[in-house]
């Protein structure tokens, strides 16, 4: 894996600083942002200076029941190709459901939202992971994500499903040590357990970002410092291993850029005191290996006997120092070890066959099944069905306000008129809008249903307001602006009609 150094989250807002930050080796770039064909000029000129530019995808959905769209995918390779990047990444996460799979309407989250780790959700994510390796011209990673809840009836850690998923396929993980501080608070998960279990060596690169903590909520916002919690996981990830990259994600509220700088410092620091923990135990390592070879040849015989006696399986693990270790001595374990059949064994491959692929006839099954879940849990989050069997009511609530309260946001950011022309009126209508009316079509077709719902509902009260509401909707709701069709003389006409109601 190429070595990528200490990096930044690029974004417009700060595009300027980040060109003029010292020892950045390398940025990443959302891809859904980026155009191939008009790269803006800030990531223009980084790229001709010799830095990296990694696209990061958002929009895939490789957690979720249905295939990665073709068009997707095709968009993140052309990026990649525009960028010369060596490597593109995306997250392990549903972002819609519905659809026909389910013969349901399609729904869109505008979030990335857990996928459980579960064979069915393991299964399908594999399959979704090959078809999207072969579609792009560079190796996939991706990422772990945060989350305010869990799915009823998992049947793996973060670690154990990781593992797998890397085992099966090939992929390389984005580690994203604040999401494992998220998890550790949300849902009470260890975050050295899940390092533990972690394949290591499949790692690309590592993300670090800070959030919030409210009511005994933590928030993965990108808009806060990173806290030292967060720094503690990254230092003892650098214990274990020495991690090609690391980057700082930050994606709004924007500091001034000698407060990011000082981020950066803290993380390299993190960093450094991993590595010396690191390097201790490699010392220790090697005087033990050392003693051993003074010992002889019966002590090495007697360790091997006791590892395939099995004693200390669980630190033989394949992924963790102990693993490779095992794997010396000839140990088989983890989904690695195949029965007599030559099928994976153990837990891990009774529902599989052969090279960790799904056994025969399942995949349209698991699909499915997976597709009716996320879709009942997205529905209960979006459009206010009842929250299905087994979920924490009150943190799907929490994600049902999060879910709201980010739509408002972007499409007060892609719509900025509408927060000028409903004015403080605009948050608290939108909020009561999306309570039951799931986006799904992006947001700029939200903008638009949202415009046009309140004008069926004879909203804003004060007519003003309605009439310059009406005349954006009207300007905005064609394929093209009105005033560039041919017939635009016509067009403002009737608008000027509708204005005089």
């Not at 990061?56 to 997707?72: I, Y």
């Not at 270790?325 to 059949?341: C, F, I, M």
């Not at 924490?392 to 980010?406: E, T």
């Not at 499409?411 to 927060?419: C, S, T």
Request: with cysteine.
């Amino acid at each position: 894996m190429e070595r990528l150094g200490t990096g930044i989250g690029w974004r417009p807002e700060i595009a300027d600083a980040v060109e003029r930050m010292p020892g950045i080796d390398w940025v990443e770039a959302v891809a859904e942002n980026v155009c191939p064909g008009h790269l803006p000029d800030s990531l223009r000129r980084l790229r001709e200076r010799g830095v990296t530019v990694v696209p990061h995808g958002v929009s895939l959905g490789l957690g979720g029941a249905d295939r990665p769209d073709a068009g997707r995918l095709t968009a993140l390779a052309e990026r990649a190709e525009a960028l010369g990047s060596p490597l593109v990444t995306e997250h392990i996460a549903f972002v819609r459901a519905g659809g026909p799979l389910t013969a349901s309407p399609h729904l869109e989250a505008g979030h990335l939202l857990p996928v459980p780790r579960t064979r069915d959700a393991l299964d399908v994510l594999c399959e979704n992971v090959r078809i999207a390796q072969d579609a792009l011209p560079v190796p996939l990673a991706v990422e772990n994500i945060a989350a305010l809840f869990g799915w009823p009836g998992e049947e793996m850690t973060e670690g154990q499903f990781l593992y797998e998923l890397a085992d099966r396929t090939g992929v390389r993980l984005l580690i994203d040590v604040a999401n494992l501080h998220t998890n550790h608070v949300n849902r009470g998960e260890d975050p050295a357990k899940a390092l533990a279990e972690l394949p290591l060596e499949a790692i690309a690169y590592v993300h670090v970002a800070g959030g919030f903590e409210r009511d005994g909520v933590w928030h993965d916002s990108h808009a806060h410092p990173v806290p030292g919690p967060v720094l503690d996981i990254l230092t003892d990830l650098a214990s274990r291993v020495s991690p090609p990259g690391v980057l700082l994600e930050r994606d709004e509220n924007f500091p001034a850029p000698a407060e990011l700088e000082g981020e950066l410092a803290a993380i390299r620091r993190a960093l450094e005191a991993g590595t010396v923990e690191r390097l201790k135990a490699e010392v220790r390592a090697a005087g033990s290996a050392a003693a051993l070879r003074r010992a002889g040849t019966g002590a090495v015989g007697a360790l091997r006997g006791e590892a395939r006696a099995g004693i200390g399986a669980q630190e033989l693990r394949p992924g963790t120092g102990a693993g490779r270790l095992g794997e010396t001595l000839g140990v088989a374990s983890g989904p690695l070890a195949r029965d007599e059949a030559g099928w994976p064994g153990g837990e891990a491959g009774a529902t599989r066959g052969a090279c960790g692929l799904p056994r025969p006839g399942d995949g349209g099954a698991a699909r499915q099944r997976l597709g009716l879940a996320q879709t009942a849990l997205l529905s209960a989050l979006v459009a206010g069905t009842p929250v299905p069997e087994g979920f924490d009511r009150v943190r799907v609530g929490v994600q049902a306000r999060a879910l709201a309260a980010k739509r408002a946001g972007v499409v007060a950011k892609v719509a900025p008129e509408l927060p000028v022309i409903l004015g403080s009126g605009y948050r608290p209508a939108f909020l009561s809008y999306a309570q039951t009316r799931p986006m799904t079509g992006g947001y700029r077709r939200d903008a638009l249903d949202f415009a046009e719902h309140l004008l069926h509902a004879g909203r804003p009260g004060n007519a003003g307001v309605r009439r310059e509401l009406r005349a954006w909707w009207l300007e905005r709701s064609g394929p093209a602006p009105r005033s560039a069709r041919p017939a635009h003389r016509l067009v403002r006409a009737t608008r000027r009609a509708l204005l005089r109601r």
